[in-house]
């Protein structure tokens, strides 16, 4: 028994998801991907060029290059075949980098390139009640 424990999706290892095809990995998808990757629309130029980018880098990747993907793409689906790069999404002002590992199979990009920033807002500052008026300044 290995101390280790096995990471699994859908009760198959990340070497069983990669030798699968496509229209088998559809299957184990959740149906919201399952009805997305079925439909020809979802494979526009867009999306086709950055499935042929992707491909490459991991080409790269195996003949022992690091290779980050810059994409706008957000609602690009993570694949099994693309575990382990390094994939750079717009959130809507700056690249976030994300690594695609087994637990982000089956999710968007969109996912962990958060596009709202939290706001934390402070105490209010001089001037901005009508209290403060009376505070003394420094």
Known sequence: MSSRKQIHYRGKTLKELQAIPLDELVELLPSRHRRSLIRPEYWNHERSKLLGKLRNAKEAMDKGKQVTVKTYVRDFIVLPEFVGLTVEVYNGKQ???????LDKIGTYFAEYAHARKLVRHSAPGIGATRSSMYVPLK
Request: proline share 14%; glycine share 0%.
């Open 95 to 101: 690249f976030v980098p994300v690594e695609l590992t």
